[in-house]
């Protein structure tokens, strides 16, 4: 095995954490010696081991000399809120002769102080190997630990002109069961999913992990005037502790209180110039709460309004092979009169679910990265590919 192969299985222990490590990163580590592992781990929660430590202790025989093979820079700081040591340290005391690093730890804690440690002591470190693929791996925790902000994830699934509902609101369903098992998935995958009002009263949606295991998400609600139905499936059942509704100073009070009652917490925010919930205020106020990601589920108003905005990181869209005609369109007016003031997506992938077509891609993928484009290889590319889209 040579080191893309062994980086390789540090990626695919890292995603053994997928779903469950947040707001921390996804990281595996592999200890090696003489080309054979002798010891692996990766991060399952907060407060638990990090990877580096989990690999250490589950290695039966001396490691002093060994290499390591991460997907991320290990960490060199002790905070107040910190539930777990230094893994720089404990890889100096270990003695461990080389460590190869798939991309640095952008945040402000970290940044190349672990690397840099691990150089003073003598500890040869090599940063790149595979660092695209670690990229992706943790794209909402380079987002979130460099801005504050949740990852925001637009999810829409399309006829093929467009629609996302008939004329009377029906979606159900435009994809067929693979295509939801992968939101479902999503879902898993993140920390939260959004829906407007309209989503809640046209399709009375659960938003949980049902047709694949995983952790449940938090059910996020935009409604301006609290007006979302009692009956409504997000405010019964076990899960209503974890839905939060968003709503503006023009909210009744009255309602405020029996929902609040039932188990659902609001949350006050600004209103926008429209009346409309203020997304930006919505985002720091989940990314103050400690969500690093946020999947968008709908509908159009809120498709429309995180689109026009530029509040949105990545947008994946499943299109059906149907045609609705006259109905609800998918994205309303975002103020393009020329195609150069389109939304151009960047690094898209094309993918066949069953009869659909996934289209996926990126807003920007510089503004969701930031600082780690100086400092991982494949990125230096990032200013190439953002500059080409805006042509």
């Given at each position: 095995?040579?080191?893309?192969?062994?980086?390789?299985?540090?990626?695919?222990?890292?995603?053994?954490?997928?779903?469950?490590?947040?707001?921390?990163?996804?990281?595996?580590?592999?200890?090696?010696?003489?080309?054979?592992?002798?010891?692996?781990?990766?991060?399952?929660?907060?407060?638990?081991?990090?990877?580096?430590?989990?690999?250490?202790?589950?290695?039966?025989?001396?490691?002093?000399?060994?290499?390591?093979?991460?997907?991320?820079?290990?960490?060199?700081?002790?905070?107040?809120?910190?539930?777990?040591?230094?893994?720089?340290?404990?890889?100096?005391?270990?003695?461990?002769?080389?460590?190869?690093?798939?991309?640095?730890?952008?945040?402000?804690?970290?940044?190349?102080?672990?690397?840099?440690?691990?150089?003073?002591?003598?500890?040869?470190?090599?940063?790149?190997?595979?660092?695209?693929?670690?990229?992706?791996?943790?794209?909402?925790?380079?987002?979130?630990?460099?801005?504050?902000?949740?990852?925001?994830?637009?999810?829409?699934?399309?006829?093929?002109?467009?629609?996302?509902?008939?004329?009377?609101?029906?979606?159900?369903?435009?994809?067929?069961?693979?295509?939801?098992?992968?939101?479902?998935?999503?879902?898993?995958?993140?920390?939260?999913?959004?829906?407007?009002?309209?989503?809640?009263?046209?399709?009375?949606?659960?938003?949980?992990?049902?047709?694949?295991?995983?952790?449940?998400?938090?059910?996020?609600?935009?409604?301006?005037?609290?007006?979302?139905?009692?009956?409504?499936?997000?405010?019964?059942?076990?899960?209503?502790?974890?839905?939060?509704?968003?709503?503006?100073?023009?909210?009744?009070?009255?309602?405020?209180?029996?929902?609040?009652?039932?188990?659902?917490?609001?949350?006050?925010?600004?209103?926008?110039?429209?009346?409309?919930?203020?997304?930006?205020?919505?985002?720091?106020?989940?990314?103050?709460?400690?969500?690093?990601?946020?999947?968008?589920?709908?509908?159009?108003?809120?498709?429309?309004?995180?689109?026009?905005?530029?509040?949105?990181?990545?947008?994946?869209?499943?299109?059906?092979?149907?045609?609705?005609?006259?109905?609800?369109?998918?994205?309303?007016?975002?103020?393009?009169?020329?195609?150069?003031?389109?939304?151009?997506?960047?690094?898209?992938?094309?993918?066949?679910?069953?009869?659909?077509?996934?289209?996926?891609?990126?807003?920007?993928?510089?503004?969701?990265?930031?600082?780690?484009?100086?400092?991982?290889?494949?990125?230096?590319?990032?200013?190439?590919i953002s500059a080409a889209s805006a042509r």
């Amino acid at each position: 095995m040579n080191s893309d192969a062994f980086m390789a299985r540090a990626l695919e222990l890292a995603q053994a954490g997928e779903g469950y490590t947040s707001p921390n990163p996804m990281v595996g580590a592999v200890i090696v010696r003489d080309g054979r592992i002798i010891g692996e781990g990766f991060h399952a929660r907060p407060g638990e081991a990090h990877a580096e430590v989990a690999a250490i202790e589950n290695t039966r025989e001396p490691i002093a000399g060994a290499e390591m093979y991460c997907n991320l820079e290990p960490c060199s700081h002790s905070t107040p809120h910190k539930r777990t040591p230094p893994c720089a340290d404990r890889l100096i005391r270990e003695n461990i002769r080389k460590l190869y690093v798939a991309t640095v730890d952008p945040n402000p804690h970290v940044n190349g102080s672990g690397i840099a440690a691990l150089r003073r002591a003598g500890i040869e470190v090599e940063v790149g190997c595979l660092s695209e693929r670690a990229l992706w791996l943790n794209e909402t925790y380079f987002k979130y630990i460099q801005t504050g902000l949740p990852f925001v994830h637009l999810k829409m699934a399309l006829s093929v002109d467009g629609r996302i509902a008939t004329r009377c609101s029906d979606s159900k369903w435009i994809t067929d069961g693979e295509a939801r098992r992968q939101v479902h998935e999503l879902r898993h995958r993140y920390d939260a999913v959004l829906v407007g009002l309209n989503t809640v009263r046209s399709d009375d949606p659960q938003l949980t992990v049902r047709l694949t295991s995983g952790k449940q998400p938090w059910r996020i609600v935009l409604d301006e005037h609290l007006e979302i139905p009692p009956e409504a499936n997000l405010l019964r059942g076990e899960q209503r502790a974890k839905t939060l509704i968003f709503t503006t100073p023009a909210h009744d009070p009255a309602r405020r209180a029996r929902i609040e009652a039932g188990g659902t917490a609001v949350q006050v925010v600004a209103a926008d110039p429209q009346g409309w919930v203020d997304l930006p205020a919505v985002l720091r106020e989940l990314g103050s709460r400690g969500i690093s990601s946020l999947l968008v589920e709908g509908g159009a108003g809120v498709f429309t309004g995180f689109i026009r905005q530029r509040l949105f990181d990545k947008l994946s869209i499943y299109i059906a092979p149907i045609i609705i005609g006259a109905g609800i369109e998918a994205v309303g007016d975002l103020g393009v009169r020329k195609i150069s003031q389109a939304v151009r997506l960047q690094h898209t992938v094309y993918q066949v679910v069953n009869q659909q077509i996934r289209v996926q891609g990126y807003r920007n993928l510089e503004d969701t990265f930031r600082t780690l484009t100086g400092n991982v290889p494949c990125l230096q590319e990032l200013s190439r590919i953002s500059a080409a889209s805006a042509r």
